[in-house]
């Protein structure tokens, strides 16, 4: 599962490849910088950062919502290509359900902080957003927020360009007009405010874009919102261009207070702690069903020797309990044996009262054999003798 953002590409993969592999892997998805500069995390610590990641913990505006309808969305889009495994389904489930408990239970996401809603705030200082004309340049996960803040803030005219040419679908599925290739630098010489959140390796405005922009536009300076981590605005930008970026949206975020974070951390850790209990409990399920099945084998087993008509008298069921009760016995008694003769008659106990719940007090051993091992090879030093020659000759 692929979750991509202006501001995060993350590789969600279950797989036992080695970290060579799945970097050289990572690479093949066009994502060289990815596989070079990326961190890698496994296990334990990949669950842990998908559970913040989806809580706001990692954002840039702690607690924002808007990464976790990304990542819904992402996990949508990979089980409609067919590409996620059930635990990874899972994982990002319970990690959106978590984000969800942080969303209700503390006031992190309480004032709607995120990072577009506080970029925008900044533009509004200066550029009135009431009936204002916006281009949003990219078509991602942030052009879909921006989209949704601008609605709200009262901007009357939304148009959207796409390098790749997909503004048209996104146009029709946002409601706001398309704008074509030919016609970018005239819409971005009456626009109001640009927002840029293409987010990929060359600029969504180049600096010679942004010079024919400014050109017909008498004076008049345009302020663009740049929501990409990179930076979609060619710098040295020319005169005019007005540049928030992601280092002034960080400076004005306001600051989550300790007591919400805290409330969010512990939230955060109760999930993935509820999902470590039910993954070893489905783990440990097939362990459960083959112990079923060896002890309904015993009891068929039995029930086969007992006449196939008419009662059964008590001798025969009570012989017939007891040659259960000793089928049953077996394998445990061996497995005591086994590990008296290995010193691990202490570690077998434990498992006596984890399995079956029996607790028996015994002495301590006379003899430590948790270090000897096999007995039989063992020489003495002195005499060359192994415990072998000791033995009684029959």
């Known amino acids: 599962m692929v979750l991509s953002t202006c501001n995060r590409v993350a590789v969600v993969m279950e797989t036992d490849l080695s970290d060579e592999q799945l970097r050289a892997l990572v690479a093949e998805l066009d994502a060289p910088t990815l596989a070079a500069d990326g961190k890698l995390l496994r296990d334990d610590e990949a669950v842990w950062r998908l559970f913040r990641v989806a809580s706001g913990l990692e954002s840039m505006v702690t607690g924002e919502r808007e990464i976790a309808g990304q990542l819904k969305r992402a996990l949508s889009e990979a089980r409609k290509e067919s590409t996620v495994s059930y635990l990874i389904g899972h994982v990002v489930e319970e990690a959106l359900k978590t984000s969800r408990k942080v969303a209700t239970h503390t006031g992190l996401a309480s004032q709607g902080r995120t990072v577009v809603a506080v970029g925008l705030d900044l533009v509004s200082r200066t550029t009135p957003l009431e009936g204002a004309r916006v281009v949003v340049l990219g078509t991602g996960s942030y052009a879909g927020a921006s989209c949704a803040q601008l609605v709200n803030r009262g901007v009357s ?15 029709e599925s946002h409601e706001v007009a398309a704008i074509a290739p030919d016609d970018l630098i005239d819409e971005l010489a009456t626009a109001d405010l640009v927002v840029a959140c293409r987010g990929r390796k060359t600029a969504a405005l180049d600096r010679a874009t942004a010079t024919q922009v400014m050109a017909q536009r008498d004076g008049r300076p345009l302020p663009v919102l740049d929501l990409a981590v990179g930076g979609d605005v060619e710098l040295p930008a020319p005169e005019g261009i007005e540049v928030i970026n992601l280092v002034d949206i960080s400076a004005a975020v306001p600051d989550s207070t300790e007591k919400d974070r805290r409330a969010a ?14 993954l070893e409990r489905r783990r440990m399920a097939p362990a459960v069903v083959a112990l079923r099945d060896v002890l309904t084998d015993l ?38 044996r086994i590990a008296s003769e290995q010193g691990l008659g202490d570690r077998w106990l434990n498992s006596l009262t984890d399995v079956l719940g029996i607790d028996v007090d015994l002495p301590a051993p006379i003899i430590d054999l948790s270090d000897t091992g096999s ?20």
């Open 157 to 171: 005219q939304i148009a959207v360009a796409s390098a790749r040419g997909r503004a048209e679908d996104f146009a």
């Open 265 to 278: 951390e512990k939230i955060v850790a109760d999930g993935v702690h509820g999902l470590a209990l039910d």
């Open 299 to 336: 009891v068929e087993a039995e029930v086969a020797k007992l006449p196939a008509e008419g009662e059964v008298s008590v001798e025969d069921a009570t012989r017939s309990l007891r040659r259960l009760a000793a089928s049953i016995a077996h394998i445990p008694s061996a497995r005591a």
């Open 375 to 394: 007995q039989d090879d063992l020489k003495c030093p002195v005499t060359g003798l192994t415990v072998r020659d000791l033995a009684p000759k029959s």
